[in-house]
T-cell receptor, first 112, second 115 residues
Framework: DGGITQSPKYLFRKEGQNVTLSCEQN?????MYWYRQDPGQGLRLIYY???????QKGDIAEGYSVSREKKESFPLTVTSAQKNPTAFYLC???????????FGSGTRLTVV | AQKITQTQPGMFVQEKEAVTLDCTYD???????LFWYKQPSSGEMIFLIY??????QNATEGRYSLNFQKARKSANLVISASQLGDSAMYFC????????????FGTGTRLTIIP
């Protein structure tokens, strides 16, 4: 079945470490997105990519980086510059306007 | 800039009753899309229903319908005959028809169905 796979489901990061969240899709969607979810704040856009080898900053890109070397993959790196990284991270993909998103099951990142 | 407002942080509804979740939006784009998603406690986001700004009729998907009032800039979700499995967070979102498909989300409404 087609879908989006996010891994790991739970991730623990020490202060000062970079960590990478994986997002893979087999839906043949061109566009992919990363959102952050904090309690009471809904979803906020971190980065998005509409085509391979191109990506754009979202509303809260500081402290994050992405790459889009393959259509199927859109990994997110949470760098040590992100001061408050503890959150639930959701990856999504879309085939185009008005189709909405297909979401992965999320990664819960905790700083220890 | 686009903005979505959901003013009901939480709602409690008796099983089998209908429920309306409010959503208002603000945009200067002439063409846009409106979406509702359900997020159970497991965390995944489930697409429920879509309404285009130029659609003449309100969207319906099974027990879900979208009460779209363009002049009032509202896109309320109506769930008929609520079930215990409807207990979840519900998010309203909108997209612009111009440039890209990124969605702007509201802060959500937590719906609890009471047996």
């Amino acid at each position: 079945d087609g879908g989006i796979t996010q891994s790991p489901k739970y991730l623990f990061r020490k202060e000062g470490q970079n960590v990478t969240l994986s997002c893979e899709q087999n839906l043949n969607h061109d566009a992919m997105y990363w959102y952050r979810q904090d309690p009471g704040q809904g979803l906020r856009l971190i980065y998005y990519s509409q085509i391979v080898n191109d990506f754009q900053k979202g509303d809260i890109a500081e402290g994050y980086s992405v790459s889009r070397e393959k259509k199927e993959s859109f990994p997110l790196t949470v760098t040590s510059a992100q001061k408050n990284p503890t959150a639930f991270y959701l990856c999504a993909s879309s085939p185009g306007p008005h189709y909405g998103y297909t979401f992965g099951s999320g990664t819960r990142l905790t700083v220890v | 800039a686009q903005k979505i407002t959901q003013t009901q942080p939480g709602m409690f509804v008796q099983e089998k009753e209908a429920v309306t979740l409010d959503c208002t939006y603000d945009t200067s784009d002439p063409s846009y899309g409106l979406f509702w998603y359900k997020q159970p406690s497991s965390g995944e986001m489930i697409f429920l229903i879509y309404q285009g700004s130029y659609d003449q009729q309100n969207a319906t998907e099974g027990r879900y319908s979208l009460n779209f009032q363009k002049a009032r800039k509202s896109a309320n979700l109506v769930i008929s005959a609520s079930q215990l499995g409807d207990s979840a967070m519900y998010f309203c979102a909108m997209s612009s028809n111009f440039g890209n498909e990124k969605l702007t989300f509201g802060t959500g409404t937590r719906l609890t169905i009471i047996p």
